[in-house]
């Protein structure tokens, strides 16, 4: 374990609790320093290294019912290079869940996602019956694993965005490639049974947009939103609209100065718009993030100028507090300065904080979103890098946060949210002037999202609390 992390590094929260001699009626005052949760940075945390097999993670995580989170490997596998289906806990405990061999998949590179059912549902960009184009699958928490479809080229071709549940409890989706017209991509629907419908293929012409790369967002007028890499009037991709029967509604074209490439699809923000990154563009050319409306007024929230990351290709991810959470991939594939990506926070108004900048021996390259776990912390992988330089899976470990709470019947109970498997440690000082950090326990090993420890007052004069977190 690292020494126990220093309120000068800002990763306390710290109640204090003034005694004047315990007795029947005494006056406690409680009080609050520090920052909270919300309010400081995140600490990197890296649970789990990739080495040679199964390596190079390109999706984000999804946490199921049973609080793990589900992943996959692009490469790596029993069976050649065709990429696996694992499980990780909160405390970085990997399994291997499912090998891909081809036939039934090869490749995933979207996130898988969590249907109604309980089960997991996903893409492969390759492989298939179809001719090597690609499939859809559907796996239960325990590997049980059930090819669903195999694309043939004409109905898609590619696909490496997740797949989304809508409301009538299809899932629909995107291909990259295939279709009726020119291979520029396609919308499709397919039930959890297997029932395939293709619901749109992109035109020749190239106006409405070219091979959408991003998952589809429904909107609660029942319409999906989404985004193509390529195409529209100025070839630097588009947004778009369309029904769930197929009625497609051009929303926006992008020109450069306003973002290109638009490699993920749209999260919906609490303000009612629609957020996304485009990969290349803005002032600089190293992406955006921008903000549209329904209707399809696109305003430019940020531009990223390198320093501050490069090249996101990656969903938002709208954190309980309101603001967005994503990734930058870095710029190492296009032979620039050598940046290995970073994670970040930016509200909606654009202003952004650096969460972390990777260096390769903590991560490279991360082209997958961020997922925000049932212990408020993020989580995301690296597609490269770490210390088996086969990609990482990675935490961004958020301070604890320390609930109100008061003194009774002579003790007093200090209650903070954890995550499972997280070790605490639990201290007081008599001053806060000059500190003398003493332990109240031995380590608490946290076994749900809310732990509690209760102080015997009994005696004490003046003390202040701290609880913290140990990062290995």
């Not at 029904?243 to 973002?259: E, I, Q, V």
Request: hydrophobic share 35%.
């Amino acid at each position: 374990m690292s020494p126990f992390l220093s309120t000068a590094e800002s990763r306390w929260v710290i109640s204090s609790y003034a005694c004047r001699g315990w007795s029947v009626g005494v006056l406690i005052w409680l009080l609050f320093f520090g920052v909270s949760a919300t309010a400081a940075n995140p600490v990197l945390q890296t649970l789990y290294g990739f080495g040679d097999n199964p390596k190079n993670p390109q999706a984000a995580l999804v946490q199921a019912s049973d609080g793990n989170f589900y992943g996959t490997t692009a490469f790596g596998g029993a069976v050649g290079e065709n990429g696996t289906i694992f499980r990780i806990s909160s405390n970085g405990e990997f399994t291997p869940l499912f090998s891909f061999n081809g036939a039934n998949g090869s490749r995933p590179l979207a996130s898988l996602i969590l249907g109604t059912d309980g089960n997991l549902y996903g893409t492969t960009a390759f492989g298939g019956s179809g001719g090597d184009q690609g499939t859809i699958f559907r796996i239960i928490l325990g590997g049980v694993f059930t090819p669903l479809f195999s694309f043939r080229g004409t109905d898609g071709s590619r696909p490496q965005a997740s797949l989304i549940q809508a409301s009538d409890g299809s899932f629909y989706g995107t291909t990259a490639a295939g279709g009726l017209n020119a291979d520029n991509g396609t919308l499709f629907k397919i039930t959890p049974a297997g029932a395939f419908t293709s619901v749109y293929s992109f035109p020749s012409n190239g106006r409405n947009g070219i091979n959408p790369m991003g998952s589809l967002l429904q909107h609660t007028d029942g319409n999906f939103f989404g985004t193509t890499a390529l195409g529209g009037s100025a070839g630097n991709g588009t947004v778009f609209r369309i029904t769930p029967g197929g009625t497609f509604t051009l929303l926006f074209s992008f020109n450069g100065p306003d973002g290109s490439g638009p490699a993920a699809g749209l999260a919906r923000g609490t303000d009612g718009n629609f957020y996304g990154t485009t990969q290349f563009g803005g002032l600089t050319d190293n992406g955006t993030v921008f903000k549209i409306t329904p209707s399809g007024v696109l305003t430019s929230v940020f531009s990223f100028s390198g320093p501050n990351g490069n090249y996101p290709v990656s969903l938002l991810a709208l954190g309980r507090d309101g603001n967005f959470y994503g990734t930058s991939s870095g710029d190492r594939a296009f032979g620039g300065n050598n940046t290995y990506g970073t994670a970040f926070r930016i509200t909606a108004g654009g202003a952004l904080t650096t969460l972390a900048v990777f260096n390769f021996s903590n991560g490279a390259s991360p082209a997958a979103g961020l997922t925000q776990g049932r212990d408020g912390n993020f989580y995301g992988t690296t597609f490269e890098g770490g210390p088996g330089s086969g990609g990482t899976i990675f935490r961004l470990v958020e301070p604890p946060f320390v609930f109100p709470t008061s003194a009774s019947s002579g003790g007093v109970a200090i209650t903070w949210i954890s995550f499972t498997n997280g070790l605490y440690r639990v201290q007081y000082t008599p001053t806060l002037g000059a500190p003398r950090w003493t332990d109240l326990s031995q380590d608490i090993r946290a076994t749900s999202d809310r732990t509690s420890f209760t102080d015997n007052l009994a005696g004490a004069t003046l003390r202040f609390y701290r609880v913290g977190l140990l990062l290995p």
